[in-house]
């Protein structure tokens, strides 16, 4: 990867990202890539901002005259009432991670579902019309995936969550922004689990389950065949437990760095116009270097 820290002068247009904690952010490095490759001028800097200051925050990068910023967690909801547009996808979704500044008017945009659709079908030959999906979880980044499944056409969802409010209140969203997507909530325990692996081709975590060290996988592999498409949203550890005893078992596997990358290429391309250089952009993530 290309460490020349960019350029800034009185032309650099910046843009950036806002959450707590950004310390660990890989975005700056991606986008960063992205500018360099493309010749422009622009840089990307983490903000960290403390809940108590996201409306300061945000009436400051507007009066700074930033072109745009990712929003990451805790303020993907809260940014919403901030802004004067938000796109339907994010208002379906229920959360902001990209807010573009033209003219003064903040637009919120959610590229995470697409930028989960884009990986998927990146990795996996598949008719995404004739999959049936089975979602763990029910938290904001379930509801980016639900949503573009949905869009996508996927027929039927079955979303599975903890706390099962959450999942009854997904679907319905689901359902009533998607009426051809037969969306339902599922009880969390493995008899559940296992007849909905038998009537699934393609299975989503969007839990946290595997993130940490010591945890194991939140769901009970059993059944599962090659037959299936298992993708975790989580990229760090690479190969969360799930992952492990899916490719054991053959099935086709998918982390959550693609859904990074596509989702910062198309925040990318909201801010500059411009296609996105993914495949420089996606060594910029993997740390490898460029050829020369
Ligand atoms: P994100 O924005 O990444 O989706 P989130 O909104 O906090 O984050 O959602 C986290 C998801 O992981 C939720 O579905 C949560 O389930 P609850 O709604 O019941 O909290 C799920 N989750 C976290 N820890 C879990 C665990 N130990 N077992 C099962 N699900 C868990």
Request: net charge neutral.
């Amino acid at each position: 990867m290309d460490s020349t820290p960019p350029v800034i002068d009185g032309a650099t247009t910046l843009v950036g990202i806002i959450g707590q904690p950004v310390v660990h952010s890989r975005s700056p490095q991606m986008h960063n890539a992205a500018f360099r490759a493309l010749g422009l001028n622009w840089a990307y800097v983490p903000f960290p901002v403390e809940p108590a200051e996201l409306g300061d925050a945000v009436a400051g990068l507007k009066a700074l005259g930033v072109r745009g910023f990712n929003v990451t967690i805790p303020h993907k909801q809260a940014v919403m009432p901030l802004l004067d547009d938000i796109s339907p996808a994010a208002v379906a979704i229920g959360a902001v991670n990209t807010v573009v500044i033209d003219g003064g008017r903040l637009v919120g945009h959610n590229t995470d579902g697409e930028g989960f659709l884009r990986s998927l079908t990146e990795a996996h030959r598949f008719r995404l019309e004739r999959s049936r999906a089975l979602i763990l979880g029910a938290g904001g980044a379930s509801r980016a995936v639900c949503d573009a499944l949905a869009r996508a056409g996927v027929p039927a969802l079955r979303i599975s969550n903890r706390s099962a409010g959450k999942a009854e209140e997904l679907a319905a969203t689901i359902r009533a922004h998607h009426p051809g997507c037969d969306a339902k909530a599922l009880d969390w325990n493995p008899l559940d689990h296992r007849a909905a692996i038998n009537w699934a081709e393609l299975i989503v975590n969007t839990t946290s389950v595997g993130l940490h060290v010591g945890d194991g996988s939140p769901l009970d592999t059993n059944g599962i065949s090659p037959g299936h498409i298992v993708a975790d949203l989580i990229y760090n550890p690479p190969q969360t437990p799930l992952l492990q005893k899916c490719a054991a078992l053959r099935a086709r596997t998918l982390n959550g760095l693609g859904m990074l990358l596509h989702q910062g290429a198309a925040a990318f391309a909201l801010w500059t116009g411009k296609d996105a250089p993914v495949d420089v952009m996606r060594r910029a993530l993997d740390g490898e270097p460029r050829p020369s």
